[in-house]
């Protein structure tokens, strides 16, 4: 999994502008209000996308590759079901020939 620590510390900040921006606190000054919140908000877009751009443009670390190496060859291991335990008889050529994805097709 890509890093999105940066993209969630920027949409984080972006609710907190929106917060303070939308609902106006009566507990907090108005020049605190108007100060931070536009700061938050406008602050929190710029690190988002620079979250958004870390996570797709940078190259991952050792221990991330390996983590995505392992899930690939996780994936790569396939069940199948034993149809001989459940066959009374000689299968079709069907069933042993067919394309996986046309099985309900050919069927």
Known sequence: ???YKIL?????MV???AFLIFSNPQ?????FIWLAGP?????GI???IGGVACAFFLPL????EQESLQKRRQKAETFVLK??????????????REVPSMGAFIM
Do not use: N, Q
């Not at 969630?8 to 984080?12: N, P, Y």
């Open 83 to 96: 149809m001989s335990k459940f066959d009374r008889g000689p299968s079709p050529a069907v069933l042993v």
């Open 15 to 17: 609710g907190a502008g």
């Open 27 to 31: 507990e907090l000054p108005l020049w």
């Open 46 to 48: 710029a690190i988002s």
């Open 1 to 3: 999994m890509r890093r």
């Open 61 to 64: 670390t050792a221990r991330e």
């Open 39 to 43: 700061l938050l908000w406008y602050a």
């Open 8 to 12: 969630t510390a920027g949409l984080l």
